[in-house]
């Protein structure tokens, strides 16, 4: 009983106090210490879970002339598939951005689609998502040049945007007998 009694009065001195106060403080430290130290990874840990999280950045693959409707599955939905986006009809692969253009990227709803009016017009309404750029003023258009440029300059042009793919149809079927 005299250690208790020591050690109690040692607490009330030492830190001015009681007992009680002192041990639950003590146990909500550690608590608090042992959330926010699972908060964060060790380093090797850390190498382990972006090597698991990072997507194999493959060569760039052309997909020739294609129309808007083809564009579409390449918006990051299927990690199999490059992510693309066009400017003024030109494609380019996007892919090692995918935190800005892939899924849950600030830019993710101009993947797989030609961007050019949004991208011209600095917006994110689901109506300026076209490729269609008539009445832009010229401030505007340049500031679609410029991002252009950026792309260009960042990104490999892997196709182009035709309004409809070519005929499949040959000479033999359209020969009358």
Not at 69 to 94: C, F, H, Q, T
Not at 113 to 142: K, N, W, Y
Request: hydrophobic share 40%; charged share 25%.
């Amino acid at each position: 009983m005299a250690l208790y009694t020591t050690i109690t009065d040692a607490i009330t001195e030492y830190s001015g106090l009681s007992p009680t106060a002192f041990f639950t403080i003590s146990a909500m430290m550690v608590v608090v210490y042992k959330i926010v130290s699972t908060m964060f990874v060790a380093a090797d840990d850390y190498v382990a879970v972006k090597r698991e999280q990072q997507f194999t950045l493959r060569e760039p693959v052309q997909v020739g002339s294609i129309t808007e409707e083809e564009l579409r599955p390449y918006n990051g939905s299927d990690p199999n598939k490059p992510l693309l986006m066009a400017i003024k009809g030109k494609i380019y692969d996007v892919s090692r951005s995918r935190m800005f253009y892939g899924p849950g990227g600030p830019y993710a709803l101009f993947a797989g689609r030609d961007a050019s009016r949004a991208l011209a017009l600095m917006s994110f309404e689901p109506s300026d998502l076209t490729g269609d750029i008539s009445g832009l003023s010229a401030s505007e258009l340049e500031v679609l040049e410029d991002w252009e440029a950026k792309f260009e300059e960042k990104y490999v042009k892997v196709g182009e945007l035709v309004s409809e793919r070519p005929s499949t149809t040959t000479e033999d079927e359209t020969k009358e007998d």
